[in-house]
């Protein structure tokens, strides 16, 4: 097993002309894969695409994210809504620290890391939590009312909170305002948040979704009816419909550039491209048996994703629209994430 430290000189030293990489002289970067089937969390060399090492976590392991610094993961343990777990990871000493316990919030599923803490969809519980690291305990959450309450983001200022309900066939957007004390509060009293939430209808099994760079767009994919939608965060409203036929449609992100929608299927294993501006497809191709979670590179290069039925994860150049790459991170994948450690 390569400890870090060596991997860091490895990856500021070597050229590979080979597969046209470059040496990194800047933050190291590394690939986080989940197996869904091995209970492992891969750490893969985003250069050589080769895994360093996995590392245990919990059984039925779906979404993972990195600290802002690079040094830990957050893994949640799903178990269909009713587990009530995350797991904590050092990835410099590549070795589990300890389990956050959820609960009262049942079936952590997605996970997103914004003004130092971990934000995550409860599933089981309608909610979405929140857990501080400087103190360790859940801090926040604030219930949806809505049906499997799955996938998440949160602004980067931490008062604005989307998330996809699935059985619901919905979009909560969850927004803070800050209350000052009013002329009767007691002396001392000192401002409060109070969350707002509008939810806009879509269709059932609205799952995976992103938000555009500007955000002035939020695009969600149905994996029933296989169209499009999307929501303008700004009035809350649904502005647009997209006929796409991307039926069992799982995962859905936005290219670092805007321009390019990818759509995964985890029933037919297609990948649809989309022009974010015209509407119209771009491309589609054939991963496997199914795809799942998807990741971009933060160059906008390439893109990658779980197959899940096929027990891989594929790299496709989005420039060619062509499968370079199968990375072998354990059974299952599923959740995918960068940590960027500086």
């Given at each position: 097993?390569?400890?870090?430290?060596?991997?860091?000189?490895?990856?500021?030293?070597?050229?590979?002309?080979?597969?046209?990489?470059?040496?990194?002289?800047?933050?190291?970067?590394?690939?986080?894969?989940?197996?869904?089937?091995?209970?492992?969390?891969?750490?893969?060399?985003?250069?050589?695409?080769?895994?360093?090492?996995?590392?245990?976590?919990?059984?039925?392991?779906?979404?993972?994210?990195?600290?802002?610094d690079g040094k830990t993961a957050y893994v949640c343990i799903y178990g269909g809504g009713s587990f009530h777990e995350i797991n904590v990871i050092d990835l410099v000493a590549q070795k589990p620290l300890h389990n956050i316990d959820t609960r009262p919030l049942f079936g952590p599923h997605d996970i997103t890391f914004v003004q130092g803490k971990a934000w995550f969809t409860a599933e089981g519980s309608k909610a979405v939590?929140?857990?501080?690291?400087?103190?360790?305990?859940?801090?926040?959450?604030?219930?949806t009312g809505q049906d499997r309450t799955h996938m998440l983001h949160v602004t980067a200022d931490g008062k604005n909170i989307y998330t996809t309900n699935?059985?619901?066939?919905?979009?909560?957007i969850l927004t803070a305002t800050v209350i000052q004390p009013g002329n009767m509060a007691p002396p001392g009293a000192k401002p409060r948040e109070e969350w707002m939430q509008t939810v806009v209808p879509t269709a059932r099994g609205s799952e995976g979704f992103d938000v555009t760079p500007d955000g002035t767009e939020l695009w969600t994919a149905a994996s029933e009816d296989g169209a499009i939608y999307i929501v303008d965060p700004g009035s809350k409203k649904l502005a647009a419909k997209i006929d796409?036929?991307?039926?069992?449609?799982?995962?859905?992100?936005?290219?670092?550039?805007?321009k390019l929608a990818v759509i995964s299927s985890l029933k037919t294993g297609d990948l649809a491209i989309y022009d974010t501006k015209t509407h119209q497809e771009v491309r589609r191709l054939k991963l496997g048996k199914g795809a799942a979670g998807i990741l971009m590179d933060p160059d906008g290069s390439r893109v990658f994703v779980a197959c899940s039925a096929d027990n891989n994860v594929a790299v496709i150049d989005l420039n060619t629209f062509e499968i370079s790459q199968r990375i072998d991170v354990g059974g299952t994948p599923d959740g995918l994430a960068w940590a960027i450690r500086h």
């Open positions: 097993m390569f400890r870090l430290i060596a991997i860091h000189i490895f990856l500021a030293t070597v050229v590979c002309p080979g597969m046209g990489c470059k040496a990194q002289t800047g933050p190291h970067k590394f690939l986080l894969a989940l197996s869904k089937a091995n209970h492992t969390l891969a750490i893969v060399d985003p250069v050589t695409l080769k895994v360093i090492t996995r590392i245990p976590v919990g059984e039925d392991p779906h979404e993972v994210v990195a600290s802002t939590g929140r857990y501080d690291p400087a103190t360790g305990k859940l801090d926040w959450s604030m219930g699935m059985s619901s066939g919905t979009v909560s796409a036929k991307v039926f069992g449609a799982n995962r859905l992100k936005i290219t670092p550039n805007g």
